[in-house]
């Protein structure tokens, strides 16, 4: 997840030793000794219960990441642990859960992309994209710290010449994955450009935007690609030949 809050839920169950649940704790990232952790709320006291807890998105007045570390903006990047046990009238503590979950709050990131065919004349598409030119891009998903993969891309999208740096979020044009399914880290995408827009832009440079989006709702940095537009044929300058007259020879020089 992103930025929290984070709700998980437990099902506490003593139906084996005959006894009913009275407690639950928590700890984060290191199980203490029993009855040292943060108790959990209990929905009933009975054999079988709900241990419920929320990680809140941010501080509460007056806590600090030293005095209640399970807060969203307290912890690092990455995957943490939640360990959870439960606590029977036997006086009985359970054995201990393990919880993972991932902290993400960076966006995928563009590793690189393309447009073809570039420069562009207004006219020409690649084979198979008749009408277009197409955009390509490869986007994943990283932990900012230590690089190692992350969440899923689930969402691309481009812009071709927009008129701000930075459009937001989720306006572009779509950018559709290679194989079918945006379902992992890494996703090679693509999209189209038509060329319909291409040729009302004057002779120049313009630049083509790539991102992608995460499962934890995060949206990566935008990429630049620059394309050139170029509509103007070449023309040919003054011709000479020699030798001129001939006189015969075997080769002549233009």
Request: net charge negative; aromatic share 6%; proline share 8%.
């Amino acid at each position: 997840y992103a930025t929290g809050p984070l709700a998980r839920s437990a099902t506490g169950d003593d139906r084996a030793a005959d006894g009913l649940i009275d407690g639950a704790e928590r700890f984060l990232d290191a199980v203490g000794s029993n009855g040292a952790g943060t108790p959990m709320a209990l929905n009933r006291s009975a054999a079988v219960v709900s241990e419920d807890l929320t990680v809140p998105a941010a501080l509460p007045a007056g806590q600090t990441c030293a005095t209640q570390p399970l807060v969203a903006s307290c912890l690092s990047e990455g995957t943490h642990h939640l360990y959870l046990h439960s606590h029977d009238d036997l006086g009985l503590w359970g054995p201990v859960l393990d919880v993972p979950f991932r902290v993400d709050r960076t966006g995928p990131a563009v590793d690189a992309a393309s447009v073809t065919p570039n420069p562009s004349n207004g006219l020409l598409s690649p084979p198979g994209d008749s009408g277009y030119l197409r955009v390509s891009a490869l986007i994943t998903d990283r932990d900012s710290l230590s690089g190692a993969l992350q969440g899923k891309v689930v969402r691309a999208e481009g812009f071709f010449a927009p008129s701000s740096t930075n459009p937001a979020p989720g306006s572009g044009f779509a950018l559709l994955p290679v194989d079918g399914t945006l379902d992992s880290t890494s996703e090679n995408v693509y999209g189209l450009i038509p060329l319909s827009q291409v040729r009302v832009k004057a002779n120049g440079t313009y630049q083509v935007l790539v991102r992608g989006k995460d499962d934890a709702g995060n949206w990566g940095a935008l990429f630049a690609v620059s394309l050139v537009i170029d509509k103007t044929a070449p023309t040919l300058g003054a011709l000479t030949a020699s030798p001129n007259p001939t006189a015969g020879a075997a080769n002549l020089t233009l």
